[in-house]
Structures are given as structure tokens and as C-alpha cells.
């Protein structure tokens, strides 16, 4: 492994959280109890099947819908 960038002290989701919004851009499903909302964000490293975001409708501590696998 070579690694050519690193971050410190970001928001990391599942990358197959993301989903490709109509229109162009990534948006994650926020879970609010037993509802979920569609948030837009803006992605940046990615490695370990985890990917940087952020935007002003997602903070730490959120939780994120993933699909079953």
C-alpha cells in the first residue's frame, strides 16, 4: 500500500452509503429514529471502504442507512 494523502479528524461514512443524487453529487440517508431523510454531501479521501463527507446536513454522531449486502 502506498499512501499519498491522509485526513485527520473527519466525518467517514460507509462508502455504500453514498447515493448518486439526480443531477449530479452524493447524498447519504440521515436515520432519525424510525424516519430517514435524504442529505446532500461532499465527498473527499477514500480507503477502507470508508469516504470523507461533508455538508451542512450531516454532523458526527449521525446515524447513516447502508444497504444489506
Avoid: F
Amino acid at each position: 500500500d502506498i499512501t499519498t494523502q491522509t485526513a485527520a479528524n473527519v466525518l467517514a461514512v460507509p462508502v455504500n452509503a453514498l447515493l448518486a443524487l439526480q443531477g449530479g453529487g452524493y447524498g447519504v440517508q440521515v436515520v432519525t429514529g424510525t424516519t430517514s431523510h435524504l442529505v446532500g454531501v461532499t465527498t473527499g479521501l477514500y480507503g477502507d471502504n470508508l469516504i470523507q463527507v461533508s455538508g451542512s446536513g450531516i454532523g458526527a454522531g449521525m446515524r447513516v442507512e447502508v444497504p444489506s449486502s
